[in-house]
């Protein structure tokens, strides 16, 4: 079974080239449903039934997950089951095309004020590596947009400091994406004065590296960030995709067309982008019923 899952990871990962965030959500899921078959069931993913597939979803339902959360189970499931079928592993794949889960309501993405990301940029001290490091995180995360998995990804070599950008390579698509002034200073201090003195190995081809002198990790920049929320006194639950978000919404906010917004963010379908151009119109519509005297 552990080879079946690692095969098809290997397939996600060369195959299909998924991005690293996408491999890492249907491994989890997969991983997950593999536990609760050995636990209640007894059995294992590839002798596993229709009727395990609905129990497991049912069991994620009564255990109060969203319906976003079981929705996306079903589809890693269904994307597992469908290579197993394809690698001549099974004839039949056990999630039936029958099987429907309600998403339920969508969770409105939070989104940070001007004055909230300027005091969460703020709070970084400058006084010793790690401060500069932070720092340099942070605004290249809100002067990109770039999701977090593509964060860590970064090497010196997609750092390009003469013409203030960075290129992002995610799945099979590569973007330049340039930097405000404030972003571009921090990103040199660090590259120049502070990298150097962090990394274990002079070869190390990682942008942004850890205490231990090796690659960032997804779960450090979270503690990192949640760690600069706290001294901020920020009440809203920031994660790495709350700067994505603030990102794409301020763009639109100060003029910018959907079309650039879509290709800085590396959106390959318009209404990703879309989403955040509806949560504007609905805060104006807000404001308008709220001010206006006619409304």
């Not at 609760?36 to 994620?60: F, K, M, P, R």
Request: with cysteine; glycine share 4%; net charge neutral.
């Amino acid at each position: 079974m552990l080879d079946l899952i690692s095969a098809y990871e290997n397939y996600l990962t060369k195959v299909k080239q998924a991005s690293t965030n996408t491999v890492f959500s249907y491994l989890r899921d997969i991983r997950q449903f593999a536990a609760w078959l050995q636990e209640s069931e007894g059995t294992n993913v590839v002798d596993a039934t229709q009727l395990n597939i609905s129990g497991y979803l049912a069991h994620l339902e009564q255990e109060g997950r969203s319906g976003a959360t079981v929705s996306r189970s079903l589809a890693s499931l269904k994307n597992f089951y469908s290579y197993v079928v394809s690698s001549g592993f099974l004839e039949v794949s056990p999630v039936s095309t029958d099987i429907r889960v309600e998403r339920g309501e969508k969770k409105i993405p939070q989104i940070l004020t001007g004055k909230e990301v300027e005091l969460l940029l703020a709070q970084p001290a400058c006084v010793d590596a790690k401060g500069f490091r932070d720092k340099a995180m942070l605004e290249v995360m809100y002067a990109t947009g770039i999701r977090v998995s593509e964060l860590i990804d970064l090497d010196v070599s997609h750092v390009n400091l003469e013409i203030g950008a960075i290129k992002c390579t995610s799945a099979k698509k590569s973007r330049m994406i340039p930097l405000y002034p404030a972003a571009l200073k921090a990103l040199t201090v660090y590259l120049y004065e502070v990298r150097d003195t962090m990394v274990a190995d002079p070869n190390e081809q990682a942008l942004f590296v850890n205490v231990s002198g090796v690659r960032m990790s997804r779960q450090g920049f979270w503690k990192i960030l949640k760690h600069y929320q706290q001294l901020a006194h920020i009440d809203k639950d920031i994660t790495p995709h709350t700067l994505r978000h603030s990102f794409a919404v301020h763009l639109l906010e100060n003029g910018a067309d959907i079309n650039s917004v879509q290709e800085l963010m590396g959106h390959s379908d318009i209404s990703s982008t879309q989403m955040y151009a509806n949560l504007i119109n609905n805060k104006l519509k807000s404001v308008y019923e709220k001010c206006h005297p006619k409304a």
